[in-house]
């Protein structure tokens, strides 16, 4: 049984999540073709360890952008060119010519196809969507078509009282626009009562055993063994007319990761160094990517919000409480990383962030925007170019260090930058970055920028102990720094969030977790390994144990890192 996603469907008319701002929309999440989409694919790449494409992203914007090209074209055959059937059927074909695409690198369709419809039962921009569903359904027939409705159970807090009038309203909603859930999810913070289920089955036409409880978990990898306890799955084969294949899931490696996060308690802090911080799903890719690796290595993640802007000279006159906050963080914690950004607001406090990592030798990750500032503090502090900035905050920059990349456009926001997955050469293997990939010669990371280093100062920079470890193709992209005379100082051009995942986390925030706990030696001499399956296992003292990229899971969820040498297996 082979399931993929094949879409989200978001009813906003931006053709894709490109050139929306992260404080109304969460992160932008990139794919390897480039695609700008909602962070929910990045949800679903990391659970499902797959790689979707842009066409799993449909917006109303796309859906209508492909409308109008069809009548100007005159595919149409001068007919009025309507919302029913020309867009819904427009939405129709996009859902069946994706879903034959498969995205978990098998050959051929996937059994089954999940569609998320984004939005609000009642909200007008989805009423395209929904009725292209309704038509879809009835196209397709019983059996071969399970709506999931997932709707919330808020608890009144000063009773404890489940109420269930919202869902009741929304079923009702749904069903006067032609559609009827076969299952219903419901979101609390506690589990459902039975008295509860069987009114909401009673109201809703929903059988009882179709009704599932999504309450707070202390971990969000809880969640699919919530969905197994509860039976979901056989809910959805029976609708599906599947029995015959249902099987019990397997969920030994969820198992085991999710009670291991719960029993870390070993802290290690890291200073997160933005601009959104005051919307952590502004940063959710680098979050899930320090929880990956935290948990690998067996630490507590703690995430300390250093807004830059707190960090700046001029909040320390204007606010000189955030200012000394601000501060205290930083100096506080175990690491620095500085994520990705665009816009100079907060870039002086990126900057002195960079300084205060590298001078006190603190392990330090700058992804993008973070690689760039931590350019320009060298170039400033080092080489002494106190004028030295981007042309991004200074067109007329007397030393540019990060400028404008040739091929993007100025007066075009949204496609038009570097995107998706592209080639990095190491161009020496002594280095931690490249001991981190596992000594390859080259990786595949997926990018999002515009501006990058100047090719021109990179002799200056490199003569003065800057070291540009990872390059493109051409060797006139920078695309990696290092300080080799700083225990853990990195610099990215790419974004390896977006390709981390909870059993393969990504190489990179696995150094910077580990340099901050003080273990970067242990994680390099791991890196020697060879590659390993992570579906294999392994006899180790006479019991059965799961073992994936540098780490084995025993039966109790306990967590052994490992290494070899040639000569076996060490624990």
Known sequence: MRMCICHEMDPYLNTDAGTMSPFEHGEVFVLDDGGEVDLDLGNYERFLDIKLTRDNNITTGKVYQSVIEKERRGDYLGKTVQVVPHVTDAIQEWIERVAMIPVDGKDGPADVCVIELGGTIGDIESMPFI???????????????????????????????????????????????????????????????????????????VLAENIVTLYDVSNIWHIPLLLRDQRAHEAIF???????????????????RAELCDKLHKPVRIAMVGKYTGHSDSYLSVLKALLHASVAWRKKLVVEWVPACDLEDTTAQENPEAYKAAWKLLKGADGVLVPGGFGDRGVQGKIVAAKYARENRVPYLGICLGMQIAVIEFAR?????????????????????????PEGSKTHMGGT???????????????????????????????????????????????????????????????????????YFVGVQFHPEFKSRPGEPSALFLGLIAAASGELDAVLQGSNT???????????????????????LDGNGVLNRFYTNGNGLHL
């Open 417 to 487: 930058m570097r995107l998706g997955s592209r080639r990095t050469y190491f161009q020496v293997s002594d280095c931690v970055s490249a001991k981190l990939y596992g000594n390859r010669s080259y990786i595949d990371e997926r990018h999002r920028h515009r501006y990058e280093v100047n090719p021109e100062m990179v002799t200056r920079l490199e003569r003065a102990g800057l070291s540009f470890t990872g390059k493109d193709e051409t060797g006139q992209r920078m695309e990696i720094i290092e300080l080799p005379s700083h225990p």
């Open 238 to 256: 029976k609708v599906l007319n599947l029995q015959s294949v249902n099987k019990e899931p397997a969920l030994k490696e969820w198992t085991s």
């Open 131 to 205: 009725e292209a569903l309704g038509q879809f359904s009835y196209r397709v027939g019983a059996g071969n078509f399970c709506l999931i409705h997932v709707s919330l159970v808020p608890v009144l807090n000063v009773v404890g009282e489940q109420k269930t009038k919202p869902t009741q309203h929304s079923v009702r909603g749904l069903r006067g626009l032609g559609l009827t859930p076969n299952i219903l999810a419901c979101r609390s913070t506690t589990a459902l009562e039975e008295n509860v289920k069987v009114k909401l089955s009673q109201f809703c036409h």
């Open 530 to 552: 060879r590659k390993v399956s992570r579906t294999n296992h392994i006899n180790v003292n006479g019991s059965i144990k799961y073992y994936q990229n540098g780490t084995i």
């Open 381 to 405: 502090s080092v080489l002494g170019l106190q004028d030295a900035n981007s042309t991004e905050f200074d067109l007329n920059a007397k030393n540019p260090c990060v400028i404008f990349m």
